[in-house]
Structures are given as structure tokens and as C-alpha cells.
């Protein structure tokens, strides 16, 4: 049997473009990669998005045996786990073969959103003590319109994009992890699906998945799947959770009063808490941690990374990182949301985005104003969006005791790193890779130690091992000065035009 300290975990991230897979060691170096890419079908007019769920499972064989290729059989050998994550609300509808008998509906089809009303008033007390707010963009009203158009007879049940993964890779019908099952509708408190919030969406409990923690030991892969992929029969599957947790978990974003910032095309931030955290409107929300008795509290923002390219869609921003980090004019205010709607920190369909400038408050008008002082404005309204965060996060009683990182695409700017730890006032770790895929490996990791030991390894103790900090950005007290100006007037906007008290 492999000894622990020469095992290999192999971590596979499902999403929405691609599906990558890794191959780490103990340490968390990465022996072996590979990525397949996913298409989608999309009709904005009828609000559909679906994928080919055989697609799914044949893209994950694909990247797993470019992997597989990379190592020797030697190497092969000392795969001691694999989990998985995939996006967060995507369901599909399977057949008492467990086939596909539908095409796979996505976390942001919308052609369930008409029955979010009747499933929030149907489980209204229960959604209050688990501090959430069904959303139309929920799983769970795409499951009912699953029923609704006929296409959940009897025999037939529900799975995640993750679950159609596990059972390809074993063969059998798997459960579903209690992350990816919290947005179709699961009572993460009471563990248990609601008997009267789905006998109103016309779903038998009979159809929908067995629940488990994340990390759960659900089976092994077959002799099918080695054929498939290369990856060795026998090995062992833990259960999966949702894409934004597998980043944090990535980070190494473990301990209570630890909080993990994506930066990406918008701004997704998680932590980690005693005890459930919500702000009552539905923003904030709570998925159960697969360790102990905490809590990953967190939302995302529609702003990000994504307002640089489109307002400044040529602009090269690693050549204009040193010109704005040298300025020390004021900073122009401003909130870059480029489409009407906003989750966090607040909930708002009318919410649009401005810049507070003297003769102009449209976002666009940002152009008039010189390539630095333009794209300044938008590191910096980020940065505040991200403040806001916290400080709701706060007055909710979320504590920011731990340490903070960030990842994603808008972590490479030195210069916007600065701002955001210098409005926070705290440091930054920026981890090496907080890739989906290092977060399953390291939850593999995890998974094997609960059921092989009767002393498990601390979650938090397995991913400080497995996640490597590349750097630690520190606050610069004269750009934070600059900022709080930036940040108080920025709050007022938002004040006057009733988003936020």
C-alpha cells in the first residue's frame, strides 16, 4: 500500500468552459495536468443555457488521461483519491438507467425563475432559520420546471453536475454533497430535502439524491472509467462540492475568521465562521462546511475584473500597473457595475453603475479622463465594493479575525493588490493557485484521512500543507489614506440612492 507521505491526489474542477484536472503530492506540487474544453447552448430570449451532460463526463476522461500520460506507471500507482467540484445549481434529470434523459440546465438558465415565489413562500419559516432567500436563479426552480414540463416522471430523479461525474467514474448512483444540494433546495440544519416546499414543486423526495458532507468516501472508480481515462481502477472517490468553495479550499482559506477573495470577472468572497452568518435579504448565505461544526458564509458581487475590459477593452494593464501605482492625485469614485443588477453586498435589480466625476456620474465617461487616472478608478471602486463587503460582513457578526487571500485573474496587478490591502487595512496572501482542482486534491487528501484514521487530520492542517502562499501584499498607509476619501464618498452615493443605510 502506498505510504502517505509518497501518495498522489488527483483533484478534477467541472465548470462552465472547461474541465481542468490535476495530479498533486503531499505538499501540494502538482505532478500532472490536463484540460478539455466544454461548449454551451444559449438563448438569452428564453433565458435557456444548457450542456450535453455525456460532454461533462467525456471531457473529465479526457483531461484525466492527458494527465495519466504525464506520469509513469510508478507514479499511477501511488493514487491514493480524487474528488471533484463543478458549478454551483446546475441539475440534470436522469433516467432509472441513471442516463441522461435531459440536457444539463445550468447555474444561470432562468426558465425555472417563475416558480421562486411559490417555493419561498412554501418553505418560508424554514428558509429563515437557514438564513437564505430562494433566489429565481436557484437549482431548485429549475427542478421544478423539470416537473413542470413533464420531464421528471416516476423513475427518473435529479442530479448535479458533479453527481453525473461520480457515477460515470464508479459506475453506481451516487449522492450529492450538501454544498452543491444547498441551492436545490436541501436543509443543511435539519439535513433533510422539505416535503412541502417539493410537494409544491410537484417532486417526489423519491427523485432527488441521497446527501452527504463533503469528503465522504462514496466509492471507487471502475475498470470502465480506467479504460476511459487511465486512471487506475480501485481508486478511491470522495465526495465533491460546489466550484466556490473548492477555491477556497484551495487557499487554504480553513480556520474561523479566514476570508478568500476571488477577483475574477466579478468578486466572489467566502469565509469561514462558528456559527450561520445572513444578512436576512438573501446577499449574504451560508453553505455548511464539510468540517466541523463551521460555516463558509459568503456572496458575489457583479462587479470585478470584469468592468476593466468593458470599458477599457485595449487597454494594457500590466504596462499601466507602475503609472497608476506612481499617481497621488485624488481618485476619481466610482461603482463599475456594467449591467443593471446587484447581489452583494446588497440586492438590487435597479442597481447601475456611476462615477461620481463633475460633470457626469455614467460609468462610460470614465474614458474622458487620462488611461491611468480611468483604470485607477476602477481598481479602486473594486477595492471599495470589496470594503463594503467586510463591513457588512461585520455588522452581521462575521468575524475577520484570521487571514485574508485572494486569487483570480485580478490578483496579477501589484499595484491594484496594494489598494485592496491598504483599504482593508490588513495583508494579503496570495496563494499560489487557489485552482478548483488543487481544492479537490486537497479535499481527497482530507476525505482518505477521515476514513483511515481514528484521529483525522484537521481540514485546515491538510490544505496548509497542500496550498503554497506565492506572495504577502502589505497595506501602504499613504495610499490608504488617498482611499478613504475615495471610499467615504463612494458609500454616500450608494446611501443616496437607497441601496445601502
Known amino acids: 500500500m502506498t505510504s502517505t507521505a509518497d501518495a498522489l491526489w488527483v483533484g478534477i474542477d467541472l465548470g462552465t468552459q472547461s474541465v481542468k484536472a490535476i495530479v498533486a503530492t503531499e505538499s501540494g506540487e502538482i505532478s500532472a495536468s490536463g484540460q478539455h474544453p466544454l461548449t454551451s447552448i444559449r438563448d438569452a430570449d428564453s433565458g435557456r443555457h444548457e450542456q450535453n451532460p455525456n460532454e461533462w463526463t467525456d471531457a473529465a476522461a479526457s483531461a484525466i488521461a492527458q494527465a495519466m500520460a504525464q506520469l509513469t506507471d510508478a507514479d499511477r500507482s501511488r493514487i491514493a483519491g480524487l474528488s471533484y467540484c463543478s458549478t454551483s445549481g446546475t441539475v440534470v434529470v436522469l433516467d432509472d438507467n441513471g442516463d441522461p434523459a435531459t440536457t444539463g440546465l445550468m447555474y444561470d438558465d432562468s426558465r425555472g425563475a417563475a416558480f421562486a415565489d411559490a417555493l419561498r413562500d412554501a418553505g418560508a419559516d424554514r428558509w429563515m432559520k437557514l438564513g437564505v432567500v430562494v433566489q429565481p436563479g436557484w437549482a431548485l426552480c429549475r427542478i421544478a420546471w423539470f416537473a413542470h414540463?413533464?420531464?421528471?416522471p416516476p423513475g427518473h430523479r435529479i442530479a448535479h453536475q458533479g453527481d453525473v461525474l461520480a457515477e460515470a467514474m464508479t459506475g453506481t448512483c451516487m449522492p450529492t454533497d450538501w454544498s452543491s444540494a444547498l441551492k436545490s433546495g436541501y436543509d443543511v440544519i435539519a439535513h433533510e430535502w422539505p416535503p412541502d416546499v417539493f410537494a409544491t414543486a410537484s417532486v417526489d423526495l423519491s427523485q432527488l439524491p441521497e446527501v452527504v458532507a463533503p469528503g465522504t468516501h462514496v466509492g471507487e472508480t471502475s475498470a470502465a472509467w480506467e479504460q476511459a481515462s487511465g486512471l487506475p481502477s480501485g481508486t478511491?472517490?470522495?465526495?465533491?462540492t460546489t466550484d466556490g468553495c473548492a477555491a477556497q479550499l484551495g487557499a487554504g482559506a480553513l480556520a474561523p475568521g479566514d476570508w478568500h477573495t476571488v477577483v475574477g470577472t466579478t468578486l466572489v468572497l467566502k469565509g469561514v465562521t462558528p456559527h450561520l452568518i445572513s444578512d436576512g435579504s438573501g446577499a449574504v448565505y451560508s453553505h455548511r462546511a464539510p468540517h466541523g461544526d463551521y460555516w463558509f458564509p459568503g456572496g458575489a458581487s457583479n462587479v470585478g475584473a470584469g468592468a476593466l475590459t468593458a470599458i477599457f477593452p485595449d487597454a494594457d494593464l500590466a504596462a499601466l500597473d507602475a503609472s497608476v501605482g506612481e499617481r497621488t492625485a485624488a481618485i476619481t469614485p466610482s461603482y463599475p457595475l456594467t449591467r443593471r443588477g446587484e447581489r452583494f453586498p446588497f440586492l438590487s435589480a435597479d442597481a447601475a453603475g456611476f462615477a461620481l466625476m463633475p460633470d457626469s456620474r455614467r460609468l462610460d465617461d470614465l474614458r474622458t479622463l487620462s488611461l491611468e487616472a480611468g483604470v485607477e478608478s476602477v481598481w479602486a471602486g473594486v477595492a471599495c465594493v470589496e470594503r463594503l463587503c467586510f463591513d457588512m460582513l461585520t455588522k452581521h457578526g462575521a468575524p475577520l479575525t484570521g487571514r485574508f487571500s485572494s486569487s483570480g485573474g485580478g490578483t496579477r496587478g501589484a499595484t491594484w493588490n496594494r489598494m485592496r490591502a491598504s483599504l482593508l487595512d490588513r495583508q494579503l496572501a496570495l496563494p499560489e493557485t487557489a485552482e478548483g482542482s488543487l481544492g479537490m486534491a486537497i479535499l481527497a487528501r482530507w476525505g482518505a484521512g477521515q476514513a483511515?484514521?481514528?484521529?483525522?487530520?484537521?481540514?485546515?492542517?491538510?490544505?496548509?500543507?497542500?496550498?503554497?502562499?506565492?506572495?504577502?501584499?502589505?497595506?501602504?498607509?499613504?495610499?490608504?489614506?488617498?482611499?478613504?476619501d475615495t471610499y467615504n464618498a463612494f458609500r454616500s452615493a450608494l446611501t443616496s440612492k437607497g441601496w445601502i443605510s
Do not use: K
Open 236 to 240: 478511491p472517490v470522495f465526495a465533491g
Open 452 to 484: 483511515a484514521f481514528a484521529e483525522p487530520l484537521e481540514l485546515e492542517r491538510v490544505a496548509s500543507s497542500m496550498s503554497r502562499i506565492r506572495t504577502i501584499v502589505d497595506p501602504d498607509a499613504a495610499l490608504a489614506t488617498r482611499l478613504s
Open 149 to 152: 414540463e413533464g420531464q421528471l
